[in-house]
């Protein structure tokens, strides 16, 4: 079964940093991985979708990276904001069908 | 309001009792997911429709939960006979089949409590 880590759990950064969290999965052999930011009390917003085939996916100040030989992926944040408060869930499926999420990370920016 | 939708937003049982939850896709999706979130866990794959294919249940966490979905459109979660572990918000998402790659869109969830 695959298995995704988030690291850090927790981040608190002032505004205006950029920043980088970390997604792992123990099984590199995957369909394609996904971001995700949870809002207190809201269902997940999509962030960036990256296909087995890609290395990378850019939105607006967000980018996210895939190494699958390594089995990580990082979602770099350029010059945070106090709205890019949120759970960042990073999610995995091997078969497209069944995703399997990281427990998160929260990330708090100070104004 | 083309989003997902889920109903109720909250729901509160009794141990022993059955609830139905609801979830409306977004109009033409085809694929359609449930998932659990527990307190200060991931979030838990339940069951996956596709079409009219047959559904991947193998996240169902016991034979007290089922879900169907009717006409390719809404889906309802059931649990029977609930269980204190069964309190959690219950999410769906859906999304196209397409080859740019299958963006899950969320609901808002139900959060379920079992007194």
């Known amino acids: 079964k695959q298995e995704v880590t988030q690291i850090p759990a927790a981040l608190s950064v002032p505004e205006g940093e950029n920043l980088v969290l970390n997604c792992s999965f123990t099984?590199?052999?995957?369909?394609?991985l996904q971001w995700f930011r949870q809002d207190p009390g809201k269902g997940l917003t999509s962030l960036l979708l990256?296909?087995?085939?890609?290395r990378e996916q850019t939105s607006g100040r967000l980018n996210a990276s895939l190494d699958k030989s390594s089995g990580r992926s990082t979602l770099y944040i350029a010059a945070s904001q106090p709205g890019d408060s949120a759970t960042y869930l990073c999610a995995v499926s091997s078969t497209g069908n069944q995703f399997y999420f990281g427990t998160g990370t929260s990330l708090t920016v100070i104004p | 309001g083309a989003g997902v939708s889920q109903s109720p937003s909250n729901k509160v049982t009794e141990k022993g009792k059955d609830v139905e939850l609801r979830c409306d896709p977004i109009?033409?999706?085809?694929?359609l997911y449930w998932y659990r979130q527990s307190l200060g866990q991931g979030l838990e794959f339940l069951i996956y429709f596709q079409g009219n294919s047959a559904p991947d249940k193998s996240g169902l966490p016991s034979d007290r939960f089922s879900a169907e979905r009717t006409g390719g459109s809404v889906s309802t979660l059931t649990i029977q006979r609930t269980q204190q572990e069964d309190s959690a918000v219950y999410l769906c998402?859906?999304?196209?089949?397409?080859?740019?790659?299958?963006?899950?869109?969320f609901g808002a969830g139900t959060r379920l409590s079992v007194l």
């Open positions: 990256i296909q087995s085939s890609q």
């Open positions: 998402a859906s999304s196209l089949n397409s080859g740019r790659g299958r963006i899950q869109y």
């Open positions: 099984d590199s052999a995957i369909y394609n």
């Open positions: 109009s033409g999706h085809t694929a």
